[in-house]
């Protein structure tokens, strides 16, 4: 199991406690933690918007069974995607400068 995915099952059992009535006790520290959560992951996507291709696995090429290379569809060759909450939040500033 990977670090990430740690993580990720982590975020869920917090998930989980702070909805449900698993331990009502728990609940404001769970909210606290998602939301903690959260504030750090929008850092991260503003400072390190892209992540590597998860096709190509940031190399941006393929080799294909006769030797050959070919650029990865996903990414155009440059091995980067932009990564989801960055979306997000491109969007959000493209909505904004549309309704000024
Ligand atoms: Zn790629």
Redesign the pocket.
């Known amino acids: 199991m990977t670090p990430k995915t740690l993580f990720r099952l982590a975020v869920l059992g917090l998930l989980i406690v702070a909805v449900s009535d698993v331990a009502p006790g728990a609940r404001g520290a769970a909210w606290l933690l998602l939301v903690a959560c959260a504030l750090v992951y929008m850092l991260a996507c503003w400072v390190f918007p892209f992540r590597k ?1 998860p ?2 696995k ?3 090429c393929h080799h294909g069974g006769f030797g050959g290379v070919k650029l ?1 569809k ?2 155009d ?1 440059d ?1 980067l ?1 932009l990564r989801a909450g960055r979306r997000v939040v491109n969007a959000i500033r493209r909505h904004r400068n549309r309704l000024r």
């Open positions: 291709c096709a190509c940031g190399l941006g990865c996903r990414c060759g091995g995607k």
